[in-house]
């Protein structure tokens, strides 16, 4: 089955920096959609990043703070997340998939992984 595992969450301080990544297993991330959203309980997932091959687009809250690239040869995607606010806080995931428009709509993604937490304190 296709698997992606998220890791490099955790707690910072406020203005800090974290580097999330998402390995994908049995599925090929090149020329496909792969896609970051984050979701805190009681709250609906947003996205807040997306990139296929050189398009990327990012939501108005981390615009000019987080980055999305990926490594084709390691099938990894990442999220330089900078200048971290406590309003960052949130599970953090990742997806992926083959849809026509890649956004920031959850509904087009097909497959998800579990989630990295990242806490932000003040």
């Known amino acids: 089955q296709v698997q992606l595992a998220e890791s490099g969450g955790g707690s910072v301080q406020a203005g800090g920096t974290l580097r999330l990544s998402c390995v994908v297993s049995r599925y090929t991330i090149q020329n496909k959609c792969i896609g970051w959203f984050r979701q805190v309980p009681g709250k609906e997932r947003e996205g807040v990043a997306a990139?296929?091959?050189?398009?990327?687009v990012y939501s108005d809250s981390v615009k000019d703070r987080f980055t999305v690239s990926q490594d084709n040869a390691k099938n990894t995607a990442y999220l330089q997340m900078n200048t971290l606010d406590p309003e960052d806080t949130a599970m953090y995931y990742c997806?992926?998939?083959?849809?026509?428009?890649?956004?920031?709509?959850?509904?087009?993604?097909?497959?998800w992984g579990r989630g990295t937490q990242v806490t932000v304190s003040s």
């Open positions: 997806a992926a998939g083959n849809q026509w428009f890649c956004d920031l709509r959850k509904d087009g993604y097909d497959h």
């Open positions: 990139i296929r091959r050189d398009n990327r």
